[in-house]
Structures are given as structure tokens and as C-alpha cells.
């Protein structure tokens, strides 16, 4: 009985994101046995739970919009909707009516993976997602490794080596595709599907660490060295920190370039008009307009990509299916002139393109229909 309470409880706080990440490898251990031995039923408790997180998000949601003087009720029943299918989604998800109009799985699409592209400084560009473990070359006193797990790392050999201290190295990833690297100071990279970051194939005898996040979006974890600033450019703005984590989004069909920061401390400087920001913990920068906006956020939804998942809130269905365009690689046609529809909830990035579709349909605002790798956005 006490197992069961203790499980029971941990649901409670999987559904409302207070879980560890320990408790979070239990649940989602658990879940996926689960949904593989296609046992999966909603027990009373789960159902009781839905209801009670139903009424507290659309009361929260109803609070919300009336201050702002918008009787949406339709899209708050569907923000809501999204969020309590996504808290106990995996028990719905089994149980729902396969005769209800879906998007077509007919031409399903899968998910993204790990494909990237690398141009050394001499021109030379390798296709990382064929590209074989183990060395891929050396230059400027530095060995590049595809590791086991598929990460691109830079090795110092030899810091002697200065002939060409200040050759760049690009890594990009197509549409679809995601990658990590380890750059040669230690540093982690993960870049999202669609990015640019343009880097020096070695720090040696620099006075900062400079790399270019030339368009997309990339995590860093920064490796601590108080001599050597690390600082991110991109074509707003410069990001300067000595070791922290921290997510810049810097899409050019995006309306501004967002900055979050989970750990440490970072200096964000406006490019034309010199203006600076420090960023604290759960901080999130937008430049937009040549301004720098500063609002507390939770970060953790920041880098949801980077676990694998799509977070939204409150995002509009341009927004949404932004992200699914590049992730998918796919284009996007909207059928339908009402583009006001909002959702809300955390999806799992590693389904086919037609069960995302398919929970966001859930929501009853929104159907979709695909063809080849185009989506229609309908109703």
C-alpha cells in the first residue's frame, strides 16, 4: 500500500513538473514498459486527478483572459485540454477512438535525429551523420572525433602547434537534425534542427573564447576559465559569460532572439546601441527591435527540445508548427484564416510527425492533413 501512495504521488508530481530528474527516469521507465505492453488503462485515481487539473487550469486560464477583456472560452477548454492530456496523455493516448478524423498517417513522417554537416578551415566538408566513429582529422595541434554516442569532440594534441591558431571550423544541422559537440576548451554545444555555430578549431593563446551562433538555436555549457571569457555572437547580440548553461534561439523566421539562462551568470550586449543586461537564473532576454526585455521564466522549458520534447505555452499555432516544420522538415500551409488557436502541454519529439498532429487535434480547435512532407493546417 505504501508503494502504491508513494507511485501514486509520484504521478502527481510528474503531471505538475516537481519531479527530480531521478524520479523523472522513474516514471518515464515505468511509462514506457508500459505503453510497449499496450496494458495501459486510466484507473480511478488518474481520472480523478485529470478532473481536479482540468478545473484548476481552466479557472487559472478563465482569470487570465477575462483581465484582458477576451472571452476565448474555446481556446482555454483547449489550452487546458492539451496540458491535462499531456499529464496523463499516455493513459488517453491508448484509450482514444481511432474513428475520430485525424491527420492522415498515410505519408507519416518521422521524427528528426543526429545529422549535421562539418566545413574545416580548409574547405574540406564531412557528413557527420555517415561519417564513421573514430578520428574524422587534426589541424591547428587538434584531433576531431565522432565519439560512440555520435558527438563531435575536439582533443588539444598539440598546443604548440600555432600555424593556424585562428582557422574557423563550421558545424551546421539541416532541418531534421540535431548534434552535439565539444568544442576544444571543453565546452558543450547542442545545436537544434536548422543551426549554425561557427567556431575556432582551437582556443590556444586567445585572449577570449569567441564562437559565432551564425542562425538556429544551441544550449551551451560552458566550461569555467575566469582568464578567457566565453562570448556567443550572433547578429544582434554578444553573449559573455566565464562557465555557465544557458539556451540562445536565434531563428531568423522567429520575432526576436531569446536568451535563457539556468546556471551562473551572463552579459547580454546589444550590438547597436551598446546596451548591456545581466542575466540571472530562470531569466529569459528577448531582444526585439533592437531592445533587450528582460522577464523570469522557467528555464527548464528553454532547452525542452534539447530532452527531447516540444513545450509550448500559450503559443500560437504559427509558433507550433514552426517548430514542427523544422524538426520534420517539412512545409506548412495554413487552409484555415483563424490562426488565434493557443496550446499548451509537452509533447515527445521522438513520435512520427502524425501522433504529434494527432494529440494537438485533441484540443478540437485545430485538424490537420498531410501531403508528402507538407502540412495543412485546416479548420
Same mark, same amino acid.
Not at 179 to 186: E, H, S
Given at each position: 500500500m505504501s508503494n502504491q501512495y508513494n507511485f501514486k504521488t509520484l504521478i502527481g508530481k510528474y503531471r505538475d513538473g516537481q519531479c527530480s530528474e531521478e524520479e523523472k527516469i522513474v516514471i518515464e521507465s515505468w511509462l514506457a514498459s508500459e505503453l510497449q505492453k499496450d496494458l495501459l488503462s486510466p484507473s480511478v485515481f488518474e481520472i480523478e486527478a485529470a478532473d481536479v487539473r482540468m478545473r484548476e487550469v481552466i479557472d487559472k486560464h478563465t482569470l487570465?483572459?477575462?483581465?484582458? &477583456?477576451?472571452?476565448?472560452?474555446?481556446?482555454?477548454?483547449? $489550452?487546458?485540454?492539451?496540458?491535462?492530456?499531456?499529464?496523463?496523455?499516455?493513459?488517453?493516448?491508448?484509450?482514444? @477512438?481511432?474513428l475520430i478524423p485525424t491527420a492522415s498517417s498515410q505519408h507519416d513522417i518521422a521524427p528528426g535525429g543526429n545529422k549535421a554537416f562539418? /566545413?574545416?578551415?580548409?574547405g574540406k566538408r564531412i557528413t557527420l551523420t555517415d561519417?564513421?566513429?573514430?578520428?574524422?582529422?587534426?589541424? &591547428?595541434?587538434? *584531433?576531431?572525433?565522432?565519439?560512440?554516442?555520435?558527438q563531435l569532440v575536439y582533443t588539444v594534441s598539440n598546443v604548440s602547434n600555432e600555424n593556424n591558431k585562428k582557422a574557423y571550423n563550421t558545424i551546421e544541422t539541416p532541418?531534421?537534425?540535431?548534434?552535439?559537440?565539444?568544442?576544444? @576548451?571543453?565546452t558543450k554545444v547542442w545545436l537544434n534542427a536548422a543551426?549554425?555555430?561557427?567556431?575556432? &578549431? &582551437?582556443?590556444?593563446?586567445?585572449?577570449?573564447?569567441?564562437?559565432?551562433?551564425?542562425?538556429?538555436?544551441?544550449?551551451?555549457?560552458?566550461?569555467?576559465?575566469?582568464?578567457?571569457?566565453? !562570448?556567443? +555572437?550572433? @547578429?544582434?547580440? @554578444?553573449v559573455e559569460v566565464l562557465g555557465t548553461h544557458f539556451n540562445i534561439n536565434n531563428y531568423p523566421d522567429e520575432a526576436s532572439v531569446k536568451t535563457t539562462l539556468l546556471e551562473g551568470s551572463i552579459k547580454i550586449r546589444n550590438k547597436f546601441s551598446?546596451?548591456?543586461?545581466?542575466? *540571472?537564473?530562470?531569466? +529569459?532576454?528577448?531582444? /526585439?527591435?533592437?531592445? !533587450?526585455?528582460?522577464? =523570469?521564466?522557467? $528555464?527548464?522549458?528553454?532547452?525542452?527540445?534539447? =530532452?527531447?520534447?516540444? /513545450?509550448?505555452? =500559450?503559443?500560437? !499555432?504559427?509558433?507550433?508548427?514552426? *517548430?514542427?516544420?523544422?524538426?520534420? =522538415?517539412v512545409d506548412v500551409e495554413f487552409k484555415s484564416k483563424n490562426k488565434d488557436q493557443v496550446f499548451s502541454g509537452t509533447i515527445s519529439r521522438f513520435e512520427n510527425v502524425s501522433k504529434v498532429l494527432e494529440k494537438l487535434e485533441l484540443?478540437?480547435?485545430?485538424?490537420?492533413?498531410?501531403?508528402?512532407?507538407?502540412?495543412?493546417?485546416?479548420?
Open positions: 487570465i483572459r477575462q483581465s484582458n &477583456s477576451s472571452p476565448l472560452w474555446p481556446r482555454l477548454v483547449a $489550452a487546458a485540454s492539451i496540458l491535462i492530456f499531456i499529464g496523463i496523455g499516455f493513459y488517453f493516448y491508448q484509450n482514444y @477512438d481511432p562539418l /566545413t574545416l578551415a580548409n561519417a564513421k566513429n573514430g578520428e574524422l582529422a587534426e589541424q &591547428s595541434g587538434v *584531433k576531431i572525433t565522432k565519439a560512440a554516442d555520435g532541418r531534421g537534425g540535431t548534434y552535439q559537440v565539444r568544442l576544444p @576548451d571543453g543551426s549554425t555555430l561557427r567556431f575556432p &578549431s &582551437s582556443f590556444a593563446r586567445l585572449v577570449n573564447r569567441r564562437v559565432e551562433l551564425l542562425s538556429g538555436e544551441a544550449y551551451f555549457e560552458v566550461a569555467k576559465d575566469k582568464k578567457h571569457p566565453f !562570448i556567443v +555572437q550572433t @547578429d544582434r547580440q @554578444d551598446l546596451e548591456s543586461k545581466i542575466l *540571472k537564473p530562470n531569466q +529569459q532576454a528577448a531582444f /526585439t527591435k533592437e531592445e !533587450i526585455n528582460v522577464t =523570469n521564466v522557467d $528555464a527548464e522549458e528553454a532547452i525542452a527540445w534539447k =530532452n527531447g520534447l516540444f /513545450t509550448f505555452d =500559450n503559443e500560437s !499555432i504559427e509558433s507550433v508548427m514552426r *517548430k514542427i516544420a523544422r524538426w520534420y =522538415n484540443t478540437g480547435g485545430v485538424h490537420f492533413k498531410i501531403e508528402e512532407r507538407r502540412i495543412l493546417v485546416m479548420k
